[in-house]
């Protein structure tokens, strides 16, 4: 362990945090102590950083924004995070080229003041273009998978450049998602192109919709639960009378029954318990199962 610790800590110096909080690493302000956490500004760090934990025998976990994970009491390993990898390249035929890190709502708004439209619907979701990416986000009928032309990945130790067209995507399951090796680095984007103050105003349009109904106050992570085909997770929780029900500092939002909030001082134990409570009466009154949406990291 002395090893890993000292030849991360001659290249991150500072960078490289040891018994670090992650509370403050998610949206959900939830979870213990990381033994190791680093943020990484190049692949070469990010080759480095494997190349080490594979010596050592280190578990890691790539972190963007932290707005789609419940983090443990405590986490054995190394949480890689890549929001300093964030280079935005503009390029010909209203392509984007974008680095993992880089956070979705940058990329909105440098689309909007470039005349590029296609991303107003994901004004909002507070997360990276690599999560977003792993987990093909979406809102409002639409995915981010719908604009990517090509991702480039790191797996297995090598560099790889796939074509959209090669990959296949799902309800917020997105590039490589059961491959957790599987790196996003870098992803080229094709938009349309459209007046820039016609692709303001239905950005605005989203965000009041989105403030209509999700404007649940507390952190969170966002929906915890996949919607059905025809229904979504948050009216069967509703429907089965379980708004507002709490765990410890863990509750059903009053807002958005979809959303778990985090009252307080909420433990990653508070969660857990109260998303196996609402999968146990939703399976009751739908005969349902929920499937997480969220990640539980451990
Ligand atoms: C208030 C709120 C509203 C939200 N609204 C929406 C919504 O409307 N639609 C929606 O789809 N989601 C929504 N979310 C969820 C979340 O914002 C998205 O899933 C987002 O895309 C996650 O990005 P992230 O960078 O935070 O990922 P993280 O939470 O950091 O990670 C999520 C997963 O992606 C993986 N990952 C992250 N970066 C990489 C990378 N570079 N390479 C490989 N894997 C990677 C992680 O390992 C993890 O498995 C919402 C969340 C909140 C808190």
């Not at 490289?16 to 190791?36: A, H, Q």
């Not at 503009?90 to 680095?99: E, M, Y």
């Amino acid at each position: 362990m002395f090893g890993f610790t000292n030849s991360l800590n001659r290249i991150f110096k500072e960078r490289l945090k040891i018994d670090e909080s992650l509370k403050n690493k998610c949206t959900f302000k939830i979870g213990g102590i990381t033994r190791f956490y680093v943020e990484i500004e190049s692949v070469k760090e990010l080759k480095f950083v494997l190349k080490k934990c594979k010596k050592y025998k280190i578990r890691y976990f790539i972190l963007g924004a932290g707005s789609n994970v419940l983090f443990p009491d405590y986490f054995d390993g190394i949480i890689i995070c890549t929001k300093r990898m964030n280079k935005v390249e503009l390029q010909n035929f209203n392509r984007v080229k974008v680095d993992s890190g880089t956070m979705l709502q940058n990329l909105c708004n440098i689309c909007k003041l470039n005349n590029l439209s296609g991303l107003e619907w994901a004004v909002g979701i507070p997360g990276t273009v690599g999560g977003a990416l792993r987990m093909n986000a979406g809102a409002f009928d639409n995915q981010i998978c719908n604009y990517l032309e090509s991702v480039t990945i790191l797996r297995n130790g090598k560099i790889e450049n796939i074509n959209a067209k090669n990959l296949s995507f799902e309800y917020r399951k997105g590039v490589f998602f059961d491959d957790k090796g599987c790196f996003i680095i870098n992803a080229v984007f094709h938009f349309k192109t459209k007046m820039k103050n016609i692709i303001e105003r239905n950005m605005n349009l989203y965000l009041v919709k989105r403030q209509k109904t999700q404007n649940v106050m507390f952190p969170s992570a966002g929906s915890v639960f996949k919607r059905k085909k025809n229904i979504t997770a948050s009216e069967m929780i509703d429907k089965a009378g379980l708004k507002g029900t709490a765990f410890g500092g863990a509750m059903v939002s009053k807002v958005h029954s979809g959303y778990i909030v985090n009252t307080g001082n909420a433990k990653t134990e508070d969660v857990i318990n109260l998303i196996n409570f609402i999968k146990t009466k939703v399976f009751e009154k739908f005969k349902e199962n929920l499937d997480l949406e969220i990640i539980i990291v451990n």
